[in-house]
């Protein structure tokens, strides 16, 4: 398989290693990991972290600057100018994210994106996405609904509309309010707060899954189920994702379905 390594003396390459450890590695991720000049890396997983290292010796962890300021934010800004830094000693880079590296996960992104600006090759591999195990491991397609996904804090900031004829997918959601790294933390006030922006729209009977997907090859996903009402109480953990299927089908728009041609039993 070809690769950009050779033909520039510069690049970015922002790479994701998915969820489940070594499986979600494609072909391509594995090449611009073992062969970069310098490897960066941000996973969630220990073993991941082995692994990376031993298929680059030149691998160095960005852990000590995801916890180094109070605020998250302030911490993803650091680690998007270390990695611009790096990049400016004009070497082959390759940044290692957990999951995909661009969902969910902004400093690679921001340093895609300046690294561009400033005339360097840079892109960003797609890799396997917590909800790309969850469309797999609970049988959902999001074409046949339409799919809502968001942070949970920010759906309660910024009040976010559901539409609840949609799937829909919150991250982040053990976490209701943190901004920072606290360790342990209790969600309760945040999924109280969670259920009562839901209840706006399902009826608190309303089943949910918290979900998690295997980390491991050998183990399975958690898949709890759930009513909406029990969500104060739920085990969350901080990779936990929440679903919430949808509540109906929307009915086809009769003048639409005339003007494109369609008979509403043609559709799924
Ligand atoms: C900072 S985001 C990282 C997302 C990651 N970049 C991805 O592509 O999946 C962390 C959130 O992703 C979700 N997540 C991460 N690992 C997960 C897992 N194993 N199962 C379910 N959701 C997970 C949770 O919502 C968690 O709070």
């Not at 050779?6 to 611009?32: A, P, Q, W």
């Not at 000693?89 to 895609?112: D, K, M, S, T, W």
């Not at 009040?159 to 209701?176: K, M, T």
């Not at 299927?245 to 379905?257: G, Q, Y």
Request: with cysteine; proline share 6%.
């Amino acid at each position: 398989m070809e690769s950009n390594l050779n033909r520039k003396d510069t690049s970015l390459v922002v790479v994701g290693s998915g969820i489940k450890f070594v499986s979600h590695i494609t072909t391509e991720t594995r090449i611009y990991i073992e062969h970069a000049d310098k490897v960066l890396y941000l996973v969630n997983n220990p073993a991941m972290k082995e692994w990376i290292q031993k298929q680059n010796p030149h691998a160095e962890s960005l852990d000590f600057l995801y916890t180094k300021y109070p605020l998250r934010l302030h911490c993803y800004r650091a680690i998007t100018n270390f990695i611009l830094e790096t990049l400016r000693r004009n070497i082959h880079l390759c940044v290692v994210l957990y999951g995909h590296p661009a969902i969910f996960a902004q400093p690679a992104l921001e340093a895609v994106i300046q690294a561009k600006k400033e005339g360097y090759y840079a892109k960003i591999l797609p890799s396997i996405s917590a909800e790309d195990c969850l469309f797999a491991d609970l049988c959902i397609d999001p074409a046949s609904h339409g799919c809502q996904s968001f942070e949970a804090t920010d759906l309660l900031v910024r009040q976010r509309r559901i539409d609840p004829s949609s799937h829909l997918i919150l991250w982040q959601v053990g976490s209701i309010g943190v901004l920072g790294h606290v360790r342990s933390h209790d969600n309760s006030k945040g999924a109280k707060l969670l259920l009562n922006h839901l209840i706006q729209y399902y009826h608190v009977d309303h089943q949910v899954i918290l979900y998690e997907a295997a980390q491991y090859p050998h183990l399975e996903p958690r898949i709890d189920t759930l009513r909406l009402t029990e969500l104060p109480e739920a085990p969350f953990s901080r990779i936990s994702t929440l679903y919430v299927p949808p509540l109906c089908k929307v009915p086809c728009d009769e003048a639409m379905l005339i003007t494109l041609g369609i008979k509403s039993t043609e559709l799924q």
